[in-house]
Nanobody, 124 residues
């Protein structure tokens, strides 16, 4: 059974950093893409970043480009999101998700499996 578990969230001040982790169980990364999304209170879930093992490419939302970095450890079946220079507007619950078709697109509907989320709070 496919399961995704996020960790690494917390409370930080503006300008500081956090590193999120997403552990995949139940399958390998072969033929898939993994994405990071976030959702703030009262807002829709939005795309943050993704990595496709099909295209072997990374993607970022404009709002985080240059500050966030996605990376992978296929042997450990883990995807990371390094978040630097955090801003209060980054405050949200962060989710990792699996796109079993390997596209790594920006739409949440393209991802069939989701983790439970981890809270990131950035104070000013």
């Amino acid at each position: 059974q496919v399961q995704l578990v996020e960790s690494g969230g917390g409370l930080v001040q503006a300008g500081e950093s956090l590193r999120l982790s997403c552990l995949l169980s139940g399958r390998t990364f072969i033929g898939v893409a993994m994405g990071w999304f976030r959702q703030a209170p009262g807002k829709e879930r939005e795309f943050v970043s993704s990595f496709s093992w099909v295209a072997k490419d990374k993607f970022y939302a404009d709002s985080v480009k240059g500050r966030f970095t996605i990376s992978t450890d296929s042997a450990k079946k883990t995807v990371f999101l390094q978040m630097d220079n955090l801003k209060p507007e980054d405050t949200a619950i962060y989710y990792c998700a699996l796109d079993q078709l390997g596209r790594g697109g920006r739409a949440p509907s393209g991802y069939g499996y989701w983790g439970q989320g981890t809270q990131v709070t950035v104070s000013s």
